[in-house]
Structure formats: structure tokens, C-alpha cells
Nanobody, 114 residues
Framework: VQLVESGGGLVQPGGSLRLSCAAS????????MRWYRQAPGKERELVAT????????NYAEAVKGRFTISRGNAKNTVDLQMNSLIPEDTAVYYC????????WGQGTQVTVSS
């Protein structure tokens, strides 16, 4: 089983990034997918959730209206489009799969700074 995140980096406030998570080794289309983040010295927090079919999404209040989660079950990927980034979005971002079992990726660093 693998979840591999990509797309992180350094961006200026107000900028955008698109994170992607590639899944393998399990039946992706049967799993709820989530993006989490963990900032230095803070607990991991849930950022966004998408159901197995992609029919429903949910977001943390801090990112509503700025972030969009999407998935492609044909390609076994889940993305997080992040717009209007602010310094408080700086964190390691992880994707997670919830279903028969729970799986985690290794994370990708996002730094929002001028």
C-alpha cells in the first residue's frame, strides 16, 4: 500500500498550490479520502474530506472557500487545490485513506512566506 503526496513547496501569501496524492495497493474507489496538515508544535488537523464516489466534500472552517478537494477514481488520485494561501497554512500536508483499513502518506511540506 502506498500514498505518495506531491506538489508542496514555497509560495508567497495570496498564491496557490495544488497537492496531489497517488494511491496504490488497495481499492481506492471504496475509500473515503482526506487531507490533513500538521504545523510545527501543533497537532495534526483535518483539512478536507471527500467521499468514495466524490459526491460529497467537507472542509475545515479555516480553509472553506479557499481549498478544494477532488478525486479521480480512474487514476487513483486525490488532489487539494489551495488558493489565497496565508502564512497560517504552512504545514506538512498528508493524505489519508479511510475504509476497511486506514492508510497514510509521508507528507509534503507547504510553506507560505514572503
Amino acid at each position: 500500500v502506498q500514498l505518495v503526496e506531491s506538489g508542496g513547496g514555497l509560495v508567497q501569501p495570496g498564491g496557490s498550490l495544488r497537492l496531489s496524492c497517488a494511491a496504490s495497493g488497495f481499492t481506492f474507489s471504496r475509500y473515503v479520502m482526506r487531507w490533513y496538515r500538521q504545523a510545527p508544535g501543533k497537532e495534526r488537523e483535518l483539512v478536507a474530506t471527500i467521499t468514495s464516489t466524490g459526491g460529497m466534500t467537507n472542509y475545515a472552517e479555516a480553509v472553506k472557500g479557499r481549498f478544494t478537494i477532488s478525486r479521480g477514481n480512474a487514476k487513483n488520485t486525490v488532489d487539494l487545490q489551495m488558493n489565497s494561501l496565508i502564512p497560517e497554512d504552512t504545514a506538512v500536508y498528508y493524505c489519508g485513506a479511510t475504509g476497511l483499513n486506514n492508510y497514510w502518506g509521508q507528507g509534503t511540506q507547504v510553506t507560505v512566506s514572503s
